[in-house]
């Protein structure tokens, strides 16, 4: 039954959900309903992290906007046959995973990679709980390791 969707119908489908959180943002950003007092208050004292998120945001949905694109072309065809395209994706996730393990070893905040964006742990809070940043670090090292010898 899910085969009589072509797949670029799946992987549309698939860039719609990834697009969901981004364009939910940036349209809170942009639709925000402040009062014009509040709205002046904090032009005195501009929210720097809310500007880069949704500059993160915007660049999120013009990345899958353009892979949305990218999709119907015959270079997606020819990418999609690739013989090395399974180890580039592994290798990939890999990557993103131990850039991930960086980031939380620095900041202190992990997300567990089996867990999802729901439960985050920060080392001060929950310390035990935090150093699942070594199930992160071993299955993005599995993930590079497959990606390098596959």
């Known amino acids: ?69 990218f999709i119907h072309t015959p270079a997606a065809v020819r990418f999609a046959h690739w013989p090395r395209l399974p180890a580039l994706l592994l290798s990939a ?13 620095s900041t202190g905040r992990i997300q567990p990679a089996v867990r999802g964006a729901r439960s985050t742990y920060e080392r001060e809070r929950q310390p035990a709980r935090f150093w699942s940043v070594l199930w992160n670090t071993l299955l993005s090292g599995v993930c590079l390791w497959a990606g390098l010898h596959l």
């Open 1 to 69: 039954m899910l085969d009589l969707l072509p797949i670029r119908v799946w992987l549309l489908i698939l860039i719609a959900l990834c697009a969901f959180v981004p364009a939910r943002y940036a349209w809170r950003h942009v639709t925000d309903q402040r009062s014009r007092q509040w709205k002046a208050l904090l032009a005195d004292a501009p929210d720097r992290g809310a500007t880069l998120k949704f500059a993160l945001s915007l660049a999120a949905l013009a990345g899958l906007a353009a892979l949305a694109v």
């Open 93 to 105: 996730l890999g990557a993103w995973g131990l850039v991930s393990v960086a980031i939380g070893l």
